[in-house]
């Protein structure tokens, strides 16, 4: 006897019609978040995704995305909420502590919400090493991060 089952799978090539997606980006390392911030914004928009369906929230740092994320969620408006931005280990434990809040806090939004809410944020050890993920030999982020939001927007959308 043979079982069938479902088996739901998102696609990363193409969005649905209609939607916006919000992303919320830190200025702090903004060299970084920038390239993260194109990457990502040029990716939804090879999806299908016009620029005027795209809104960008400039945060002042990495600890501040969980809050203006939460705030544009909360608003229904967005089919997805992408979180931008480079912690750079320093020379003492705080680069740790906001990277446990923001990786917390972007779970939490995305769970208390219903939506996809994206963890693109580097944290690295060295500038060198963020340049790297932000464009450089170890890819961009930022496109991860934004195929991974295009892919749970169509696996969701399968889900209702």
């Known amino acids: 006897m043979t079982r069938s089952t479902n088996a739901f799978v998102g696609r990363n090539d193409r969005l649905p019609a209609l939607i916006r997606v919000a992303?919320?980006?830190s200025r702090y390392n903004e060299s970084i978040?920038?390239?993260?911030?194109?990457?990502?914004?040029?990716?939804?928009?090879?999806?299908?995704?016009?620029?005027?369906?795209?809104?960008?929230?400039?945060?002042?740092?990495?600890?501040e995305l969980?809050?203006?994320a939460d705030r544009m969620a909360a608003s229904e408006?967005?089919?997805?909420?992408?979180?931008?931005?480079?912690?750079?280990?320093?020379e003492t434990s705080h680069d740790r502590i906001i990277a446990h809040a923001v990786g917390s806090g972007i779970e939490a939004v995305g769970r208390t919400h219903g939506l996809p809410v994206l963890?693109?944020?580097?944290?690295?050890?060295?500038?060198?090493?963020?340049?790297?993920?932000?464009?450089?030999?170890?890819?961009?982020?930022?496109?991860?991060?934004?195929?991974?939001?295009i892919e749970m927007i169509t696996l969701l959308d399968q889900l209702l």
Not at 44 to 51: D, F, H, I, S, V
Not at 77 to 90: D, E, K, P, S
Not at 126 to 131: G, S, V, Y
């Open 66 to 68: 969980t809050l203006a």
């Open 119 to 149: 963890f693109g944020v580097l944290t690295c050890d060295t500038l060198a090493q963020a340049m790297a993920r932000a464009g450089g030999e170890a890819g961009n982020k930022g496109t991860e991060c934004a195929l991974a939001a």
């Open 23 to 25: 992303v919320v980006v």
């Open 33 to 63: 978040t920038r390239r993260l911030l194109d990457a990502a914004v040029a990716t939804l928009e090879a999806a299908g995704l016009p620029l005027d369906q795209i809104d960008i929230a400039w945060v002042p740092g990495a600890f």
């Open 77 to 90: 408006r967005y089919a997805a909420v992408l979180c931008l931005g480079a912690i750079i280990r320093g």
